[in-house]
Nanobody
């Protein structure tokens, strides 16, 4: 099994920044790909970004340039730096991991709220 624990969500004004972090534990080989998804009320869960153990990144096209994903393989962590936040970025952000896509393991989620 894999456990994923997120941190760093909260309330921020439009134009501000937040950094989300997630630490994984358990079956480490299952952390080959780690990433972030988000789900806003009434909408489907969508990919934000993911990153492989070889540091190959994959972003949702609409978020390129504002969001940056990174990982520390030694610490089994993945982070998401979110800049120039907009109210439409408000959502529950989920950390996810797996040996391959689609992701198999999910965190509990952390709320991000961007006020206008």
């Amino acid at each position: 099994q894999v456990q994923l624990v997120e941190s760093g969500g909260g309330l921020v004004q439009a134009g501000g920044s937040l950094r989300l972090s997630c630490v994984g534990s358990g079956m480490i080989y299952s952390l080959n790909i780690m990433g972030w998804y988000r789900q806003a009320p009434g909408k489907q869960r969508e990919l934000v970004a993911d990153i492989t153990r070889d540091i190959i990144t994959n972003y949702a096209d609409s978020l390129k340039g504002r969001f940056t994903i990174s990982r520390d393989n030694a610490k089994n962590t993945v982070s998401l730096q979110m800049n120039s936040l907009k109210p439409e970025d408000s959502a529950v952000y989920y950390c996810a991991a797996g040996f391959r896509r689609p992701m198999r393991y999910w965190g509990q989620g952390t709320q991000v709220t961007v006020s206008s």
